[in-house]
């Protein structure tokens, strides 16, 4: 069974850009969550979306955003892009989000470097 | 206002010895938690879990162990292996909450020595 997968594995922009970063979870997982990994900060929460809606917003401004798509992939976007958006993105799928104890599984990440 | 703490950012440990990574909560509402573990290049992978009804949780090498007075748990590992040498992350949540309310560590870089 395929994992979570994101692309691209690397995104390089420039200060004032947009990105856009993908994320395709576990077949069958409806709840896709977006971390942001900058050096020495650990996994801050982005979003996590289930069944196509936002369900919860981490304390990032509005400049970050995203959707997920009928068939529950999901996408992030950063507008206006700041030096300080270089971080590691991470990817998470889990089958139901609405229950604490379940597990969720992470993509390989998508590196963006804001120059 | 960091509510999970790990206050050791590395570890190194001897193969074949126990490794011993801490981890310290703020907010009293978390009962459950987990541990994750995270290669160079890689997403975290989930390692062990434990609700706040138990103290104590085996799977395998890896224990975790729960003191809810002290709102502090830790997580064992025995014996260590070089292969376990990665950045381990505990995270935090509450029954009442989701697993969207998800609350990291900063993670602890365990290097395992041949």
């Known amino acids: 069974e395929a994992g979570v997968t994101q692309s691209p594995t690397h995104l390089i922009k420039t200060r004032g850009q947009q990105a856009t970063l993908r994320c395709s979870p576990i077949?069958?997982?409806?709840?896709v969550y977006w971390y942001q990994q900058a050096l020495g900060l650990g996994l801050q929460f982005l979003l996590w979306?289930?069944?196509?809606?936002?369900?919860n917003r981490g304390n990032f401004p509005p400049r970050f955003s995203g959707r997920q798509f009928p068939n529950y992939s999901s996408e992030l976007n950063v507008n206006a892009l700041e030096l300080e958006d270089s971080a590691l993105y991470l990817c998470?799928?889990?089958?139901?989000?609405?229950?604490?104890?379940?597990?969720?599984?992470f993509g390989p990440g998508t590196r963006l470097t804001v120059l | 206002d960091q509510q999970v703490k790990q206050n050791s950012p590395s570890l190194s440990v001897q193969e074949g010895r126990i490794s011993i990574l801490n981890c310290d909560y703020t907010?009293?509402?978390?009962?459950?938690f987990l541990w994750y573990k995270k290669y160079p290049a890689e997403g975290p992978t989930f390692l062990i879990s434990?609700?706040?009804?138990?103290d104590k949780n085996e799977d395998g090498r890896f224990t975790v162990f729960l003191n809810k007075s002290a709102k502090h748990l830790s997580l064992h590992i025995v014996p260590s292996q070089p292969g376990d040498s990665a950045v381990y992350f505990c995270?935090?949540?509450?029954?009442?909450?989701?697993?969207?309310?998800?609350?990291f560590g900063k993670g602890t870089k365990l290097s395992v020595k041949p």
């Open positions: 998470a799928s889990s089958l139901d989000g609405q229950r604490a104890t379940d597990t969720q599984y």
């Open positions: 077949s069958g997982h409806t709840s």
């Open positions: 979306y289930d069944e196509g809606e936002e369900r």
């Open positions: 907010n009293s509402m978390f009962d459950y």
């Open positions: 434990i609700s706040s009804i138990k």
């Open positions: 995270a935090a949540t509450s029954y009442g909450g989701s697993q969207g309310n998800l609350i």
